[in-house]
């Protein structure tokens, strides 16, 4: 459940911003032959800007439609909020859940280890941290991250830090089976040769087959072929961030014919500038 190439799915919506659950199931049936599990309903789903239904509804349909493992996006700056979004998304099917450290109050590490095992007190699916200290404002240090592994449905981590040292650390010091995953499409081979399991992608959902490709090299022994896909992706890894994801992502699926409608507000539409820099992208990798 926890290894490999893990899109992190976007959410479609029709023109009126209701969400295309039709869309939804066609996305799947482009990812699921290439990917290992599914994240719905998380950053790159938008789930910010999902009402607490949408987003438990949008779990369950993944759930229901999709025979992949499913790890459903939770988590809040409200511990009790997510004790209650944790239990939902397990209600709804998710095989585990997602949890994002709490933003904008900043809580301290003490107080982020007394969140996340106040938390996985009250579920019984497995619970994966989600690091992003570039949204969140905090950072989950190796030395917590430790103590997280300890508790007994804490399984795994998705480290958008971008710091490799820090990443490094971790991997070195945390039990064989506590699951470190890339949150950083760029940095997922590096994160493979330091002992990372997989990565939990943005570039999945558009180019699921090259990213389960350059998994699958790595994971055979062949660094080479693997390094070569990493390079042969980086502009897509690159372009996918040219503003603030989800956007350029929607974008692309979009062009590809594939489920992805506008974003919500206050998200908006990628310039035409861009757009054409990510179709030149897309063109290069034969995607469009």
Known sequence: MFEGVIPAMVTPFKEDFSVDYEGIARNLDYLEKHVNALVPAGTTGEAATL???EHIEVVRYVAETSKLPVIG????NSTREAIWLAKEVEKAGADA??????????????????HYKTVASEVSIPIIVYNVPSRTGINTTPELVRKLAEIEN????????GNLKQISEII???????????GDDFLTLPILCLGGRGVISVAANVAP???????????????SRATELHHRLSPLF???????NPIPVKKAMNLMGLAAGKPRLPLIELPEEKTEKLRAVLRELNLI
Do not use: C, W
């Open 73 to 76: 996006g939770a988590g809040s």
């Open 172 to 182: 070195r010091t945390v039990p064989e089976d506590f699951v470190l995953l890339s």
């Open 154 to 161: 804490v399984v795994g981590i998705k480290e958008a830090s």
């Open 97 to 114: 859940a997602m949890l994002v450290t709490p933003y904008y109050n900043k809580p301290n590490q003490n107080g982020l280890y007394e």
């Open 238 to 244: 690159e372009v996918l961030f040219i503003d603030t």
């Open 51 to 53: 009402s607490y239904e």
């Open 209 to 223: 087959h090259l990213m389960k490709e350059m998994y699958t090299a790595f994971a055979e022994g062949n660094l």
